[in-house]
């Protein structure tokens, strides 16, 4: 069958759809009868076979993405629902600790990049500290009076997190320019970290430098890790797009990196709050790096949220399979 013997056998039932839409704009308040339901349901399912055989055989043209646009607002039409709180609680305990298990892999490799960057710094300043404005900058902190040493790392401590709730933002955004932006931003701060790291090594502040960064820093690194996973799922639609279009591989991507940051914003604002209360208090170092330890526990538990359940359920859909 060709293109157009496919929309002249069925343009009318597309038509009578997109009526059927335009007259009942609003399904919670306006289907007042199961005769109106069962119309838009019948359409609604011809209408997705008609979708289903255009992508099969008429793949990326105007009627494919015309159907792919009239079905998706059927759709949300037949199956919209009321968000309330338990929707919300759903989408935080299920579907996301299971979106970062499925995205595992690039939050992986954003964490490798800003590692690699890390370590690379680590070395060479370790190694020659006068090489450490190349990684800082204006940022190196003045050590040479023993006194200061936890003023300045208190103000880089500020400082680191001002600037991750930045670089989470710009590892997100800049994933569109094919990945390079959002690869370019993890090395660059992981050059950072490293580099300011080592200096506090090379004075003996090891313990005091890390019990005021890591107690919000557990949080604060797997958010931006987070971020960059959603830019780098953006970057790979828009550079392999598979067999959709590259425009809608990139909205279904985008869909997917929204839903992402929906954990990034949480997990910066606990930061802040362990930032502004747990960092400038007089606990011992000892037992910030106990609560930096209890909060990369916490992130631990909670990307397996749910994980019996989905191995309960694929169990189940395996055992089904097999009786049929």
């Not at 289907?31 to 359409?43: G, I, P, V």
């Not at 919209?80 to 490799?109: H, M, N, Q």
């Not at 598979?242 to 809608?248: I, K, P």
């Not at 000892?286 to 309960?312: D, P, W």
Request: charged share 15%; with cysteine.
């Amino acid at each position: 069958m060709t293109e157009d013997v496919f929309i002249r056998q069925n343009a009318e039932k597309w038509t009578e759809l997109e009526n059927v839409l335009k007259a009942f704009p609003h399904r919670h308040k306006t289907w007042q009868q199961n005769s109106e339901l069962l119309r838009l349901d019948r359409l609604y399912r011809t209408c997705a076979s008609h979708l289903a055989y255009a992508q099969t055989y008429f793949p990326d043209t105007k009627t494919f993405h015309y159907l792919n646009g009239l079905v998706a607002r059927a759709h949300g039409r037949v199956y919209s629902k009321r968000r309330g709180i338990g929707d919300l609680w759903r989408f935080y305990t299920r579907s996301l600790p299971a979106l970062l298990r499925e995205v595992s892999r690039y939050i992986a490799f954003a964490a490798a990049v800003f590692l690699i960057g890390a370590i690379f710094s680590y070395v060479i300043t370790l190694s020659n500290a006068d090489l450490s404005h190349v990684f800082l900058g204006n940022i190196r902190p003045d050590m040479e009076q023993s006194g200061q040493v936890e003023v300045q790392s208190a103000y880089m401590s500020s400082y680191i997190m001002a600037n991750n709730i930045r670089v989470s933002i710009m590892a997100f955004a800049f994933g569109i320019f094919a990945c390079l932006g959002t690869v370019y931003i993890l090395a660059q701060n992981g050059l950072l970290l490293g580099s300011l790291t080592a200096l506090f090594v090379k004075e003996g502040n090891t313990l005091v430098f890390s019990s005021l960064i890591l107690p919000h820093g557990v949080f604060e690194l797997f958010a931006i890790f987070v971020s960059a996973a959603a830019g780098l799922i953006l970057g790979v639609a828009l550079i392999n797009p598979g067999r959709f279009s590259r425009r809608d591989a990139v909205a279904v991507a985008g869909k997917k990196a929204i839903r992402l940051m929906g954990l990034v914003c949480p997990l910066l604002i606990i930061a802040a709050v362990i930032e502004g209360f747990i960092t400038p208090s007089a606990l011992p170092p000892f037992v910030k790096l106990i609560i930096a330890g209890i909060t990369g526990i916490l992130l631990i538990l909670y990307t397996r949220l749910g994980l019996k359940r989905e191995k309960s359920e694929r169990q189940s859909i395996g055992s089904s399979t097999q009786m049929q």
